[in-house]
Each structure stands twice: as structure tokens, then as C-alpha cells.
């Protein structure tokens, strides 16, 4: 069982930027895909971009030339770069796990997930 915990959410002001993480319990391999999704009040989670096992990253239209992802396999970790922020940004961001280690953005396709971290951007 991986567990996944997110940490590096805040409060900023709009035009800063925050950098997320998503450290795993367990060693996380090229075998593994992970990715970013967030979830707004009253919205359902949203893919934000994944990277594959190879480091291979995708990222959603709404966030790519902003938002930048990466992973440290050794340290079991993935992490999310995200500059620019805008008030619409604001959600809670969820990191996620699968076993295959292709890209997937269905979170149905992920069978591991972080609690969340809350990213707010004031304007």
C-alpha cells in the first residue's frame, strides 16, 4: 500500500508562486506514474498534469506554461512548480499514484491519492 502525503500549500498573493510536494511511503519507480489534480469548491477534481515513469510530463492546457512537475525517484517524491498564480488556481491539490507508468489523466486511473494540501491565491 503506498501512502502519499502532500505538503507545501499556502496562502499567496496572485502572481506568486508555491512549490507542492507528494512524498510516498513506499519506493515509487519508472513503473510508476504519478500525478497532480485539484479540486475547487463546488467543482469536480480536475486533472492538473502527471509525469510518467520515464519523467515524461503532461500538463493541462489551463496550467502549462505556468505550472511545472517533477520527480525524485530516489526520494520518493514528486513535486509541483507552480509560478504565476491566479485566483482561479486556488483548490485543494491532490497527488496521486498508479501502478502502470504511462500518463493517465482520469483519476479513476490513479489507485493512490494524497489527502490534499489548500492552495489559496488572493487577487
Known amino acids: 500500500q503506498v501512502q502519499l502525503v502532500e505538503s507545501g500549500g499556502g496562502l499567496v498573493q496572485a502572481g506568486g508562486s508555491l512549490r507542492l510536494s507528494c512524498a510516498a511511503s513506499?519506493?515509487?519507480?519508472?513503473?510508476?506514474?504519478m500525478g497532480w489534480f485539484r479540486q475547487a469548491p463546488g467543482k469536480d477534481r480536475e486533472f492538473v498534469g502527471s509525469?510518467?515513469?520515464?519523467?515524461?510530463?503532461y500538463a493541462a492546457d489551463s496550467v502549462k506554461d505556468r505550472f511545472t512537475i517533477s520527480r525524485d525517484n530516489a526520494k520518493n517524491t514528486m513535486y509541483l512548480q507552480m509560478n504565476s498564480l491566479k485566483p482561479e488556481d486556488t483548490a485543494v491539490y491532490y497527488c496521486?499514484?498508479?501502478?502502470?507508468?504511462?500518463?493517465?489523466?482520469?483519476?479513476?486511473?490513479?489507485?493512490?491519492w494524497g489527502q490534499g494540501t489548500q492552495v489559496t491565491v488572493s487577487s
Open positions: 496521486a499514484a498508479r501502478s502502470g507508468s504511462l500518463h493517465r489523466a482520469t483519476q479513476y486511473d490513479y489507485e493512490y
Open positions: 509525469i510518467r515513469g520515464d519523467g515524461g510530463t
Open positions: 513506499t519506493l515509487i519507480s519508472s513503473n510508476n506514474a
